[in-house]
């Protein structure tokens, strides 16, 4: 049964201050995720490691190479950070870098090499993704966000446990979490659906969302829930309905 966890750059980072580290967030998330690591796919947020400097140089609208580079090393070294965490809470981690096996066209995922994945987890290793910069053959380059990555992977390896952890409790509409959502409820709570808090490029709530309904289109649900509450990633890890659901209509 394989599992696709996402945290989100919120947990791991202060999203308003570059390369900002939340080391002892970093070491909680990486004890939670160690405690089932079998047959599972961890994807991070970039938060102000990726944000921060991709908005710097323009990306994703303006292509240049500078801008390519600055971002990815900046997320790669948070990539680090979370596979050392992993690595010393007990995790058999292997980091897996988005720019050098996805390739977009107009921003979105056209070919990603998941195979090595496969193979990780064949071997009980936990590949461990990040949002990344990543080659697009109509734009020169773009932005793939942590959860573009998350519904491509689940529908491609057809994981039955998806869960995307944010800091806030799930979908909120009227200051409460919504147990579920499908795309039908859409237009109701559209407006309530803000960006994220500090610097964001891929869309905050609201991409997170759209990104879940195309998966919920294709027939798997999955869970937004709120990863900074201490034992959520282990209950979300065994598949419990924490935050909300997303699913098809009807
Ligand atoms: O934090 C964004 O990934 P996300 C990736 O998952 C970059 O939206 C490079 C900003």
Redesign the pocket.
């Known amino acids: 049964m394989i599992k696709i966890l ?1 945290i ?2 919120s947990i791991l980072t202060d999203k308003n201050r570059e390369a900002f580290a939340r080391p002892d967030e970093i070491a909680r998330v990486a004890k939670e995720v160690a405690s089932s690591p079998l047959d599972l796919v961890l ?5 102000s ?3 921060v ?2 908005k710097r140089h323009g ?1 994703p609208e303006k292509f240049n190479p500078r801008g390519l580079l600055e ?2 090393s ?2 790669t070294g948070l990539n680090q950070m979370m596979v050392d965490a992993l690595d010393k809470a007990g995790a058999d981690p292997m980091p897996v870098h988005p720019f050098s096996c996805v390739l977009l066209k107009g921003g979105r995922i056209e070919r990603f090499c998941v195979e090595p994945i496969l193979e990780m987890i064949s071997r009980c290793l936990l590949p461990v993704l ?4 990543a080659m697009d053959l109509m734009n020169g380059a773009g ?7 998350v519904s491509h992977l689940a529908r491609a390896m057809r994981a039955q446990v998806v869960a995307v952890g944010t800091n806030v409790d799930g979908v909120i509409f009227q200051g409460n979490p919504l147990p579920a959502v499908t795309r039908e409820d859409l237009p109701r709570i559209s407006e309530s659906l803000g960006g994220s808090f500090g610097v ?4 905050g709530m609201r ?1 997170k969302l759209l990104e879940l309904l195309d998966l919920a289109d294709f027939g798997t649900n999955s869970i937004i829930f709120n990863a900074g509450i201490k034992g959520q990633i282990e209950s979300a890890l065994k598949g419990e309905a924490v935050g909300t659901t997303v699913r098809r209509a009807g």
């Not at 990040?130 to 910069?133: A, L, N, R, T, Y």
């Not at 932005?143 to 990555?149: C, E, F, P, R, T």
């Not at 964001?200 to 869309?203: L, Q």
């Open positions: 996402k989100g750059g994807v991070h947020g970039a938060g490691f990726g944000h400097p991709a990306l971002t990815h900046s997320v990040h949002g990344d910069v932005i793939v966000s942590g959860d573009q990555l964001d490029v891929t869309g991409g």
